[in-house]
C-alpha cells in the first residue's frame, strides 16, 4: 500500500490498548432506531476508554449517522437501549443540548464556525450566547480565547475573521472550540470528556492531517476521548487505537488499530474479502462513437484526468468524500474554475475548462444538475412553470412578447410526463416534496435534449418509487443518444443504471469498472481497495484505449 507524496501519513502508533477494566467514557448498549419499516440502527453497541482516539467505519448507510444524531439529541433511539457516560446512565432519548452537560462534544463536517465572526467571536461564542449577561467582558473573553489556543499551541490571532483563514486552520480552530465548550464540565467533574469528529479530513493537504492527528493525540493526552469518523482507512489506521466498523445498522466488529490490517478492516467494511472478488480488469464494453472527451481536466482535488464518454453512454463517477470525482461535473460545466484541461464535443475544437462558464456551457448544449438542490439548483421562491424554463424563457418570446399559454402547457407536458405530482405549474417549487422539485429540476434540463448531462447525487434524498422513474428517464434519453455523467456515493445506484463507473482516489482514476463485472458490491469493494501508484497512473490511460 503506498500513498501520494503530499497525503502521506504518519506510522501506527504503537499505543497498547487501554486496560479492560478502565471505565469507558461512552458506552452503548443495544441502541436501536427504526424509521418506519426502515431499520437504521440494530442493536449497536460499543464503547470508547478515556484517552483512546476510537474510529468508526462504515459505508454510506451503514447507520453511522443515525447514531451521531442519537447522541447529538436530534434523533431519539427506539426502546430498548442503554447510553452510560463515566458510568453513570444517561436517560434516552437525549434532549437537544444535553450532550455538552454530559461532557460531548462534536465537530461535523462543515465545522459549524460563521466565517464572518473573529476567532475570538467563534471560539467562545456558547459563552457569549448562554451567559445571559447584559454586558460582555471583552477583556476576560480574549484572555480565555488566548489562553485556549496556547493549550494546543495553534499560533491563530485572535482577531481574524474565519473567513480569512485557511481550511487547516478552520479545522483545528472547530476542534478547540469543541474542546473549550467541555472542558468546564471535565475540569468541575474530573471526569474525562469526549470529541466525536465527523469527516473532518477529506478536503485537507497532508500536513494539515498530520496537524490534526497532532491535534486529536494531544487531547487523548489529557485524559480525554476523541471518535473519529472517517471513510479512509489509511487515515484511521494511522491515528486511532480502536476501530468499530458497521454495516447495515449493525456492529460488523472492532479491532484494535496496531494488531489490525487495512484488508482485515476493509472486508468489515464491504463484508468480504477483496482478494476473492474484487475485479481488477476492465471488461469488454460495446464499442461507442465518443461524444465527450475531457483532457487534462484538474482541479481543487482532481489531478489531471481523461475522460471520454460514449454517444447514449451513463458513465458513473465515484469514490470516497474528498477523492475528486465529485469535482468533474462542475469543472466540465465551468460551474467550477478549473486548473487545466479541455473539452471536446463530437471531435470538435476542444474548450479550455479555464475560458468555461454556465452560460457557455449551456450554449454547447450541456446541462448540469447540482447535489445541492435547494442552494445550487431550483429556486425555492419561484414556480414550478418558472424553475423549469429558466434556461432557455427566451424561445417563449414571440414578437416581443412572453407565450404564457405555451408555457403552461408545455410546463403540464412536461409534468406529466415525468409525474410531477401535484402537476401544477403555478405551485411554488418549496410546496412540492424533495423528490417531486428533483424531478422538475431534471425535467428541466432533458427537455433541452443536451449532448452532455451532468449529475451529482440525483437521487439524494428521494424515495424509492421516484428514484425508479428517474432512473427510467435516464435510460430513455441515453437511448435516444444522450451522454450522461453521473457522479454517486451510492453503488447501488451506479451499479444499476451505469455502462462504465470510474473509481477516484486521491485526486485520480484507479480503477474502472465495466460490463457484466459491474455490481453494487463491486463498486463498493473497488472504492475501498488500495491501489499502487502505478495501477492508478494508467487507469485514465486505459480508459482511453478502451473507448478508442
Not at 448507510?61 to 453513570?88: C, Q, R, W, Y
Request: proline letters at 5%.
Amino acid at each position: 500500500m503506498s500513498l501520494s507524496a503530499d497525503r502521506a501519513l504518519p506510522a501506527v502508533g504503537s499505543k497498547p490498548a487501554a486496560p479492560a477494566d478502565r471505565t469507558p467514557v461512552l458506552e452503548l448498549s443495544n441502541i436501536a432506531k427504526t424509521f418506519g419499516g426502515a431499520v437504521a440502527l440494530a442493536g449497536v453497541s460499543l464503547d470508547v476508554l478515556p484517552g483512546e482516539v476510537h474510529g468508526l467505519l462504515g459505508k454510506n448507510g451503514s447507520g453511522k449517522s443515525t447514531l451521531v444524531k442519537i447522541l447529538a439529541g436530534f434523533h431519539a433511539p427506539d426502546p430498548g437501549g442503554a447510553m452510560m457516560v463515566n458510568g453513570e446512565a444517561a436517560t434516552l432519548p437525549l434532549k437537544p443540548g444535553d450532550f455538552r452537560r454530559l461532557g460531548l462534544s462534536f465537530v461535523h463536517q462543515n465545522l459549524g464556525l460563521i466565517p464572518s465572526l473573529t476567532v475570538l467571536e467563534n471560539l467562545r461564542l456558547s459563552s457569549l450566547t448562554a451567559s445571559g449577561r447584559a454586558r460582555i467582558d471583552w477583556a476576560a473573553e480574549r484572555r480565555a480565547a488566548r489562553e485556549a489556543l496556547s493549550r494546543f499551541d495553534l499560533p491563530l490571532h485572535i482577531a481574524e475573521r474565519v473567513d480569512r483563514l485557511g481550511p487547516v486552520d478552520r479545522a483545528l480552530l472547530a476542534i478547540v472550540r469543541a474542546f473549550e465548550d467541555i472542558r468546564t464540565e471535565i475540569e468541575a467533574t474530573g471526569r474525562p470528556g469526549l470529541i466525536l469528529l465527523d469527516e473532518p479530513t477529506p478536503f485537507l493537504p497532508g500536513a494539515g492531517v498530520e496537524k490534526l492527528f497532532a491535534l486529536m493525540r494531544s487531547i487523548a493526552d489529557r485524559g480525554s476521548s476523541v471518535v473519529f469518523i472517517s471513510h479512509d482507512i489509511d487515515e484511521v489506521m494511522a491515528i486511532t487505537d480502536r476501530v468499530t466498523v458497521l454495516r447495515d445498522g449493525r456492529v460488523a466488529g472492532s479491532l484494535v488499530t496496531a494488531e489490525a490490517s487495512h484488508e482485515a478492516v476493509v472486508e468489515l467494511i464491504v463484508g468480504r474479502s477483496l482478494v476473492r472478488s474484487a475485479p481488477r480488469a476492465v471488461a469488454e464494453t460495446k464499442a461507442r462513437p465518443v461524444r465527450v472527451a475531457l483532457e487534462g481536466v484538474a482541479g481543487r482535488r482532481l489531478q489531471p484526468c481523461s475522460i471520454a464518454v460514449g454517444r447514449g453512454e451513463i458513465l458513473g463517477l465515484t469514490g470516497l468524500i474528498g477523492s475528486g470525482y465529485e469535482e468533474v461535473a462542475y469543472l466540465a460545466f465551468g460551474a467550477t474554475r478549473a486548473k487545466g484541461g479541455t473539452l471536446a464535443l463530437d471531435g470538435g475544437t476542444p474548450i479550455p475548462l479555464s475560458e468555461l462558464s454556465p452560460r457557455r456551457a449551456i450554449d454547447h448544449d450541456l446541462a448540469l444538475l447540482p447535489g445541492d438542490r435547494q442552494a445550487a439548483s431550483g429556486v425555492d421562491s419561484l414556480s414550478i412553470l418558472d424553475n423549469m424554463f429558466l434556461p432557455d424563457v427566451d424561445r417563449f418570446f414571440r414578437g416581443g412578447r412572453l407565450d404564457h399559454a405555451g408555457m403552461r402547457r408545455e410546463a403540464r407536458v412536461l409534468g406529466e410526463s415525468f409525474e410531477v405530482r401535484p402537476n401544477d405549474p403555478f405551485l411554488k417549487l418549496s410546496a412540492l416534496s424533495g423528490g417531486n422539485a428533483q424531478k422538475v429540476l431534471i425535467a428541466r434540463w432533458m427537455n433541452r435534449k443536451p449532448v452532455l448531462l451532468l449529475l451529482d447525487e440525483p437521487t439524494q434524498g428521494v424515495d424509492v418509487g421516484t428514484r425508479q422513474q428517474i432512473f427510467a428517464a435516464l435510460r430513455a434519453a441515453a437511448a435516444e443518444g444522450m451522454s450522461v455523467i453521473c457522479a454517486s456515493s451510492d453503488a447501488e445506484q451506479l451499479a444499476e443504471i451505469s455502462d462504465r463507473v470510474l473509481i477516484f482516489a486521491k485526486g485520480r482514476i484507479v480503477q474502472e469498472i465495466a460490463g457484466e463485472a459491474i455490481s453494487k458490491d463491486h463498486i463498493a469493494a473497488a472504492t475501498y481497495a488500495s491501489l499502487d501508484d502505478k495501477d492508478g497512473a494508467g487507469a485514465d490511460t486505459r480508459m482511453q484505449e478502451q473507448m478508442r
